[in-house]
Each structure stands twice: as structure tokens, then as C-alpha cells.
């Protein structure tokens, strides 16, 4: 419950419906969250979609590196690597200090073309901003993205109507300039490949922690859903409206009370 709180800087009624959301999306998104472990994404890790650099920036944030033109259409369907963030950000989120601080994400366009720019569409990058926005307890403080081509327009067209004014406020688009790049992550915690005086980029560490991790995820998500056959108002789920009225309103009023207690 302390992820939730956190996450909403302890405004009681916006952590439950965090919470809620959190719950309502793998209800909603089955193909993400059936059967979620490590062990049903290594080819993601294997490919180098994604890592988590090993060293924190100054304020105390992990950094999240993506790297979207490693994935192929024809590889694997793109729900795949939408798996593999979730279990990387769940594994993020789990020491206090990253409850705390939040994460930053770093987002290397290199390779991208019109075959990964055609995916996901509008749908599913609804759904991915949903989770990553509404639906998980962790602060995304900002998202610097280098080496964009120019059909990245495009790409962030498709994203930006879903994003709040405030989150769309945290894109940082640096080009291939790593000047620009080193004024927001500085070069300590960066890799050589950016510029930094970090080492070389590891792939291999981040996937290995996952990977030894299965057992605690099959039993985070490979189990019955503690939450089966609890009814949601529809109002409470996924876009972040309050309840109205009559027994929505008592169902928020006795969930709220049930956090309060817990907390």
C-alpha cells in the first residue's frame, strides 16, 4: 500500500483509485498479465529491448534504457515487450528509494523505421500510457529521448493525446546531440555509448537479476487473483473519474476506509 501512497504523494482517494487501476489493468489486458514471469520474455531481454543502467543519477533515480529499434515486427508480437517493462518496472519499484524518488527513462530511437513507427497504433499505446500513467505506483520523473529519426513526429503523435499535460511536459527530445543529452543525465551514469564514463552499456546484468527473480513473480502473478469476483463501479476503473452517487459512491466510501485501516 505504501507504493500506492507514494506514488500520489499520500492523497488518500487518488491512491485508491491508483490501486484500483493498478488491479483494473490486468483484468482489462490479459495478454500482458496472464502468466507474467521472466522466464516468458527472455527473447525481449536476449534482443537488448531493454536495461537498467547500474548506477542511480544524482537524485537518488534509476534509469530505464529502452531501445525500441532492437525489436523487429517479425520477431515477436509487441505485447511482448510491453511484458518486459512491466516486469522491469515491478522490479524497480520494489526498494523504497525508487518508491521515493521515481525513475527516469532513456530512450534511444536508433534503428526505429516505419515497420516498429506502424506499431503499436493508437490502441495499444492507449493502453501502454493508461498502465505506465494511471495504473502502476511509480513516478516517471522524465523521459529523455536521443537519436530520434524524423518520423518520431509521427511516432509521438500517436502517443502525446493520451498523455497528461504534465507527463507530455517531461519528454525531452535530444536529437543525436549528446551535449543536449548530458545536461539532464549527467556522464557518470552513462555508458560509453552516450557518451558516459560508466563502462559499456551491460545488457546482460539487468536480464540476469529478472531472470533469477521467476520465483517471486510466479507468485506475484502466476496465482489466483486475490481480487476475483470483486465488482468495480465502472466509474473507478482506468480513467480515474470518481464514483457518482448512490452504491458506487458506498462501494468508494467503504474501499477508501478498508486503505485508511490497512495504512
Not at 7 to 18: G, P, S, T
Not at 99 to 104: D, P, S
Request: charged share 25%.
Amino acid at each position: 500500500l505504501l507504493r500506492f501512497l507514494r506514488a500520489r504523494k499520500f492523497d488518500y482517494d487518488r491512491a485508491l483509485q491508483l490501486l484500483l487501476n493498478y488491479h483494473a489493468g490486468r483484468k482489462a489486458w490479459p495478454e500482458v498479465f496472464k502468466d507474467l514471469k521472466p522466464s516468458t520474455v527472455k527473447h525481449v531481454l536476449d534482443l537488448g529491448f531493454l536495461t537498467v543502467l547500474p548506477h542511480p543519477d544524482p537524485n537518488g533515480r534509476f534509469i530505464l534504457c529502452l531501445r525500441p529499434g532492437k525489436w523487429k515486427p517479425n520477431d515477436y508480437p509487441f505485447v511482448d515487450n510491453v511484458r518486459a517493462i512491466y516486469l522491469t518496472l515491478e522490479k524497480l519499484i520494489q526498494p523504497e528509494v525508487t518508491q521515493v524518488n521515481g525513475i527516469v527513462i532513456l530512450a534511444d530511437y536508433t534503428g526505429v523505421g516505419m515497420s516498429q513507427a506502424s506499431n503499436p497504433g493508437p490502441f495499444l499505446a492507449k493502453k501502454v500510457v493508461s498502465i505506465l500513467q494511471d495504473g502502476f505506483p511509480i513516478r516517471i520523473k522524465a523521459v529523455n529521448i536521443i537519436n530520434e529519426p524524423r518520423i518520431f513526429k509521427g511516432i509521438f503523435a500517436i502517443i502525446k493525446p493520451f498523455l497528461k499535460e504534465k507527463m507530455a511536459e517531461r519528454y525531452v527530445l535530444h536529437g543525436s546531440d549528446p551535449r543536449s543529452l548530458h545536461r539532464h543525465i549527467p556522464r557518470s551514469v552513462l555508458p560509453q555509448e552516450y557518451g558516459g564514463t560508466a563502462g559499456q552499456l551491460d545488457m546482460c546484468a539487468w536480464s540476469r537479476l529478472l531472470l533469477d527473480s521467476e520465483e517471486e513473480f510466479i507468485v506475484e502473478f502466476c496465482q489466483p487473483d486475490p481480487l476475483e469476483g470483486v465488482v468495480f463501479p465502472d466509474s473507478m476503473l482506468f480513467d480515474g473519474e470518481q464514483a457518482g452517487g448512490g452504491q458506487d459512491e458506498d462501494t468508494f466510501r467503504g474501499l477508501r476506509s478498508q486503505l485508511y485501516y490497512c495504512y
